[in-house]
């Protein structure tokens, strides 16, 4: 019993440092540009399609395609900003949620037009193989996307916290008026974060690859845990973001082992709604917004 | 504003009559299902953004009360032979009462998050009629007696008889509408759409205006829900509260011109249109084309017209004024 407790924590820590990634960018754009990315679950399956490429076609290896795919979805993420994004920055909600909104609905109609339905699976060397702890169970390739998750999570925090154009992004997302006064050039601050807010989501996918199926559909799952960590988490708030994403993690995993196989969504939904109900504000209080 | 409302009136008796007359001139079993899906889609735009327009409450979970709808009158159908269209007032009401506690939870966020807080909830709803196989046939569904043709039961054997019942449906819609645009529960609406602390800061009870739009809004998306399942005989939770009904509720708004009485109408019009169009040259055999034009119409329409066609439509005709020696 308290085995597959252990057991069930640990496989929910795992795939939760991989929703951090997705919630760390969700936060991350909402805190400095002020925007929700309905379409950030979309950008996870695109890392997930680029690595499976990369694998079938040119034998990379998924995960360190992540050096490709992270670059190639930051230069996305600052195109975007620039192209899209910036056109609709201003206080009326309708044409910031539902443009984001268009744009996951046309990434995911293209690839499945593009790529189909069907799911795409790339068999590593180590997809089978794991850790024996004691009686516990620890996948490999689960256990590197978690290393790496958190490695850049914490590459993210030390940018945010120890570079000019890091600090220049929190200032502006605590004040972007002040911070365009202060010499900050808002429209670079916003390309950066919305690049590697992206960069981060095709991480996601590129970690995801050794043990996950790319599909279409793959990202809603992703963006849906995301939102709700990023409320439990604060809005706005990186490390709230992670922790809410590692509780998520676990507490999805609990519901699996103990009330169903299929029950991990219940369980997210479940989490949402009490949360509403409970902490509008996060776990950490602050404002709603 | 005078010379408009001239000819408004024998605009819209135009409009009827056409609309009517037109299942009696097109035979077409074909051009008949792509109207019935106009005026649906249109029915339940115009539901959507009684709310969603002019309260900009930006819900994307409106599949909720469809679904709502849906399920009530079947199960009181099926179970209980009782007549759809006893049932379609039930489910109104059951969509109506269950647009409180989902509405007391979505309203505690505000804009993006409360759209999130809604898609879950309609996804939450589609859950619970999956797994629980006692409460509805869970995710295998069920068909709806064909009792051939029983007009008391909310079945005909012409596809002119359901046109005719949802054009109904869509005049309640638009006059419900038309009615609440004008009154003071329209200018609380605008205010709170606006911005709604400075509502607030005014005197506009914001909880209270907002609860109850959503449950005319909810009960009315519900009607549609059962005319939708009387319609295709058949019912299963993916169905009754699919995402794209949400998702179509707020495009065809948006699209059309979002909190205007004719906005959805029009938005359908071109949706629809497109996406039979879409089908007839591609056949339904690419998955996905018609949600990416969709997609693609929506992000031309935010970033040139936000205002929508009707913003289009309408500065056209201002243009033409302008062009014409005055006279009145």
């Given at each position: 019993m308290l085995e597959t407790l252990a057991q069930a924590v640990i496989n929910g820590l795992l795939i939760g440092g991989i929703y951090a990634l997705v919630s760390i960018g969700v936060t991350l754009i909402f805190g400095v540009v002020k925007i929700v990315n309905f379409a950030q679950?979309?950008?996870?399956?695109?890392?997930?399609?680029?690595?499976?490429?990369?694998?079938?076609?040119?034998?990379?290896?998924?995960?360190?395609?992540?050096?490709?795919?992270?670059?190639?979805?930051?230069?996305?993420?600052?195109?975007?900003?620039?192209?899209?994004?910036?056109?609709?920055?201003?206080?009326?909600?309708?044409?910031?949620?539902?443009?984001?909104?268009?744009?996951?609905?046309?990434?995911?109609?293209?690839?499945?037009?593009?790529?189909?339905?069907?799911?795409?699976?790339?068999?590593?060397?180590?997809?089978?193989?794991?850790?024996?702890?004691?009686?516990?169970?620890?996948?490999?390739?689960?256990?590197?996307?978690?290393?790496?998750?958190?490695?850049?999570?914490?590459?993210?925090?030390?940018?945010?916290?120890?570079?000019?154009l890091g600090k220049a992004m929190r200032a502006a997302s605590q004040n972007r008026d002040v911070a365009t006064?202060?010499?900050?050039?808002?429209?670079?601050?916003?390309?950066?974060?919305?690049?590697?807010?992206?960069?981060?989501?095709?991480a996601a996918g590129s970690l995801l690859m050794p043990f996950y199926s790319a599909y279409p559909f793959v990202g809603q799952v992703f963006v849906l845990m995301a939102f709700v960590a990023v409320v439990l988490g604060t809005l706005g708030n990186v490390i709230g973001a992670l922790v809410a994403s590692l509780m998520m993690g676990v507490a999805e995993s609990l519901g699996i082992q103990f009330v169903g196989a299929d029950s991990g969504l219940i369980v997210v939904f479940a989490m949402l709604l009490l949360t509403l109900a409970f902490k509008p504000n996060g776990l950490g209080g602050g404002r709603v917004r | 504003m005078a010379s408009t409302s001239k000819w408004k009136l024998p605009a819209l008796a135009v409009l009827v009559v056409v609309l009517l007359a037109l299942p009696q001139v097109v035979r077409s079993s074909f051009a008949l299902d792509i109207f019935i899906r106009i005026l649906l889609f249109s029915f339940i735009g115009v539901a959507w953004n009684l709310m969603g327009g002019y309260a900009?409450?930006?819900?994307?979970?409106?599949?909720?009360?469809?679904?709502?709808?849906?399920?009530?009158?079947?199960?009181?159908?099926?179970?209980?032979?009782?007549?759809?269209?006893?049932?379609?007032?039930?489910?109104?009401?059951?969509?109506?009462?269950?647009?409180?506690?989902?509405?007391?939870?979505?309203?505690?966020?505000?804009?993006?998050?409360?759209?999130?807080?809604?898609?879950a909830t309609a996804q939450a709803l589609m859950l619970i009629f999956l797994k629980f196989r006692d409460l509805a046939w869970g995710a295998e569904g069920t068909t709806i007696p064909n009792l051939g043709s029983s007009p008391l039961m909310l079945q005909f054997e012409t596809k002119a008889s359901y046109y005719y019942v949802v054009l109904g449906l869509l005049a309640l819609g638009l006059l419900i509408t038309h009615r609440i645009e004008p009154s003071w529960m329209g200018y609380y609406l605008v205010a709170i759409g606006e911005d709604e602390d400075a509502a607030e800061?005014?005197?506009?009870?914001?909880?209270?205006?907002?609860?109850?739009?959503?449950?005319?809004?909810?009960?009315?998306?519900?009607?549609?829900?059962?005319?939708?399942?009387?319609?295709?005989?058949?019912?299963?939770?993916?169905?009754?509260?699919?995402?794209?009904?949400?998702?179509?509720?707020?495009?065809?708004?948006?699209?059309?011109?979002?909190?205007?009485?004719?906005?959805?109408?029009?938005?359908?019009?071109?949706?629809?249109?497109?996406?039979?169009?879409?089908?007839?040259?591609?056949?339904?055999?690419?998955?996905?084309?018609?949600?990416?034009?969709?997609?693609?119409i929506l992000i031309a329409i935010i970033l040139w017209r936000p205002t929508g066609l009707i913003g289009i439509i309408t500065e056209a005709y201002r243009r033409h004024l302008r062009h014409k020696p005055a006279h009145t």
């Open positions: 679950g979309e950008f996870v399956m695109i890392g997930m399609y680029i690595s499976f490429y990369l694998a079938t076609q040119f034998g990379i290896d998924p995960i360190l395609s992540l050096l490709i795919s992270m670059p190639v979805l930051f230069v996305a993420g600052v195109l975007i900003q620039h192209f899209l994004i910036r056109r609709v920055l201003g206080p009326n909600d309708m044409p910031q949620i539902f443009l984001t909104f268009a744009l996951s609905l046309l990434l995911l109609n293209l690839a499945l037009m593009l790529f189909t339905a069907n799911y795409r699976t790339v068999h590593t060397s180590y997809s089978d193989e794991a850790f024996h702890l004691g009686g516990l169970y620890i996948p490999v390739a689960k256990l590197i996307a978690f290393v790496v998750a958190m490695g850049l999570s914490g590459a993210l925090w030390l940018f945010l916290h120890a570079t000019d006064l202060m010499g900050i050039n808002p429209n670079r601050v916003f390309a950066v974060a919305f690049g590697a807010a992206l960069a981060l989501a095709g | 900009k409450q930006l819900s994307l979970g409106h599949a909720a009360y469809f679904g709502l709808g849906a399920y009530t009158s079947t199960i009181m159908q099926v179970d209980f032979g009782i007549s759809p269209w006893i049932g379609m007032a039930a489910g109104g009401i059951v969509a109506m009462l269950a647009s409180l506690p989902i509405g007391w939870l979505c309203f505690r966020l505000r804009g993006p998050y409360f759209t999130i807080a809604t898609i800061a005014i005197g506009v009870n914001a909880p209270r205006v907002k609860r109850d739009i959503y449950m005319i809004s909810a009960f009315l998306t519900a009607l549609a829900g059962t005319f939708y399942v009387q319609y295709i005989y058949f019912i299963d939770p993916a169905t009754a509260f699919s995402f794209n009904i949400s998702i179509e509720a707020a495009l065809v708004s948006i699209v059309g011109g979002i909190g205007t009485l004719w906005g959805p109408v029009i938005g359908t019009v071109l949706l629809e249109t497109t996406s039979a169009l879409l089908q007839s040259w591609l056949g339904s055999s690419i998955g996905g084309i018609q949600l990416t034009v969709y997609a693609l």
